[in-house]
């Protein structure tokens, strides 16, 4: 007999038709990885192009930072940039870096042991609001730009945020010294305030006595940080949303900037 491979004829047919149900297969598999990808990759594509920052958006990051800096006034903020902050409010974008932010503050004092001379310094003011001239930023007496309501929520997201901050750090264990640009006159008021807020067992509360009021806001919080430290108190950490309460001398050990809306600085 020559040497070969028999089949039949009806076990051909099946061979065959295997051989064709495994090839559509594979082709149907090819297709719908390749549609997969495709789709993937439209996605990426999307979100990249929605995430990417407009000329807008990266000239008033620039020119924020150093209206800030050099306490410019509100008027020479350019109105575009009012707009782009409305914007930043408006789309979550604000709320969204507010939580990253508190997260990484509460992160970095988990990570600490404390001390008995250790105090967290916060800058109360973002809560009890005594800058005109940050929300003039945003609000003109003709609210041209609509912004009465962007305004109000962005004083309540960094009202709720500071609150949890506030409350981790004191159930942590950490002792609180809040300090304020407004005058010991109010002192009464602000207490009321801040309890009605939802503040409670701060160490102290800081106000300009009289002598103060004319001092230059980043002197007076060098001024205070300076006597703290003679005390032998150790500064930990200074949180706030506004550069004169970051800058200057005896700033202590960090320092931890929140999002601010208004001067649109990140």
């Avoid at 930990?236 to 960090?254: C, F, K, N, P, Y």
């Amino acid at each position: 007999m020559d040497s070969g491979f028999y089949m039949s004829s009806f076990a051909s047919t099946i061979f065959i038709g295997a051989l064709v149900t495994v090839g559509v297969i594979l082709i149907t598999l090819l297709i719908a990885l390749t549609v997969m990808l495709q789709s993937c990759q439209s996605r990426s594509h999307g979100v990249i192009e929605i995430e990417k920052p407009s000329y807008d958006y990266n000239y008033c990051q620039i020119i924020s930072l150093h209206v800030e800096l050099n306490k410019v006034e509100a008027d020479h903020f350019p109105s575009i940039c009012r707009v782009v902050a409305l914007q930043y409010i408006k789309e979550g974008q604000y709320a969204r870096d507010l939580n990253s932010t508190v997260w990484m503050i509460q992160n970095y004092f988990s990570t600490l042991k404390r001390d008995g001379v250790d105090v967290v310094l916060m800058d109360i003011d973002d809560v009890l609001s005594s800058s005109p001239q940050y929300i003039k930023l945003l609000v003109d007496r003709d609210d041209q730009y609509g912004s009465s309501d962007c305004v109000e929520e962005a004083k309540q997201l960094k009202h709720v945020y500071i609150l949890r901050l506030y409350m981790k750090l004191h159930a942590s264990g950490w002792p609180l010294i809040l300090l304020s640009r407004k005058p010991e006159t109010q002192l009464n008021s602000s207490i009321e305030y801040l309890i009605s807020a939802g503040f409670r067992a701060w160490s102290s509360l800081i106000m300009r006595s009289e002598d103060d009021l004319q001092m230059d806001s980043c002197d007076y919080f060098s001024k205070q940080r300076a006597a703290m430290q003679r005390k032998g108190l150790r500064i930990i950490g200074t949180i706030s949303s506004h550069m004169d309460a970051l800058t200057g001398t005896s700033l202590g050990e960090r320092i931890f900037k929140l999002p601010n809306p208004v001067y649109y600085s990140f």
